[in-house]
């Protein structure tokens, strides 16, 4: 549907300017289309095939800004295949069980970071929680009465574990408070507190490294108020605007998963990005 809206306005569009410059152009000479039916054919078929190339599926979106100098790609993919450093939302209890998908769902990003990073060993995984999180004191503890599975500690949102070591550090980042009835929640307020947590990390410990990250916010933390697009728009303007006042890292990869990216109006974010500085855009 979105592909042919673009098509027919980018056929209109170009229809248009072709008319106004052939209209203008017998004005001053009477006799250059001497053949009305060639002109409209090839009028036709140019704004056909402008119409096709405007319209073409996007691939992927990539923009360069210069001040500061960085690039942010979206992408399709597999998170896990990038290079350089990861982002990895998780909860503010920072669960990593999978056994029976409680509390943690191994589809979800961060059971994928389990067993592809860790080769399924959850004690490992803890090992590197317990030593990002040393110098963070947990904002409260729930009971085992209270709170039946999983971890009882309770971090601050916004909460951020550096994992691993360099050049494939995981900024493992709390955005969602995850309930006692092993239900994730978070808003528009959590994301983007979190988000410029996150940044101030990757900023600390990153190196101006390349990063790449999921579309925080789509999947099983209960953001049901914000589509894709939406999730996409806040996390692009989160970045930027930090990125202004420092540079974060020398580019940022935004990997979405083949099904949200074909839900994900590709010129829509292009545009949005465009807007938000100065600078050449490559796609």
């Not at 549907?1 to 056929?11: A, E, I, N, Q």
């Not at 210069?66 to 896990?80: A, H, K, N, T």
């Not at 009882?152 to 493992?172: H, K, M, N, Q």
Request: hydrophobic fraction near 40%; proline fraction near 5%; charged fraction near 25%.
């Amino acid at each position: 549907m979105r592909g042919g809206r673009h098509f027919l306005g980018s056929v209109l569009i170009a229809f248009g300017v072709v008319s106004a410059l052939v209209q203008f152009v017998g004005q001053l000479f009477p006799n250059a289309f001497s053949d009305p039916g060639f002109v409209t054919t090839v009028t036709l078929m140019f704004c056909l095939a402008y119409g096709i190339v405007r319209s073409w599926p996007k691939r992927r979106v990539r923009r360069t800004f210069m001040l500061p100098e960085m690039s942010v790609s979206i992408v399709p993919g597999d998170l896990f295949d990038e290079p350089g450093h990861l982002v990895v939302g998780f909860s503010d209890t920072f669960d990593t069980c999978v056994a029976g998908g409680v509390p943690v769902n191994g589809d979800s990003v961060q059971g994928q970071l389990l067993r592809r990073r860790y080769g399924g060993d959850v004690e490992l995984l803890d090992e590197d929680l317990e030593a990002g999180l040393r110098r963070t004191r947990p904002l409260a503890t729930e009971e085992r009465t209270d709170k039946p599975v999983g971890k009882l500690d309770r971090y601050p949102i916004g909460t951020v574990a550096v994992l691993g070591e360099r050049p494939r550090l995981v900024f493992a980042v709390a955005y969602s408070r995850f309930g006692n009835d092993c239900v994730a929640e978070s808003g528009v307020e959590e994301l983007w507190f979190s988000l410029n947590r996150l940044w101030d990390a990757v900023y600390r410990h990153g190196q101006h490294e390349g990063v790449a990250m999921p579309l925080i916010g789509d999947g099983l933390s209960r953001v049901d108020f914000l589509d894709p697009e939406s999730l996409l728009r806040l996390v692009l303007l989160s970045f930027v605007t930090r990125s202004r006042e420092r540079r974060i890292c020398r580019e940022l990869r935004i990997v979405l998963r083949p099904e949200v990216f074909r839900r994900i109006d590709l010129r829509e974010a292009e545009a949005f990005l465009n807007s938000l500085g100065s600078g050449p855009s490559r796609s």
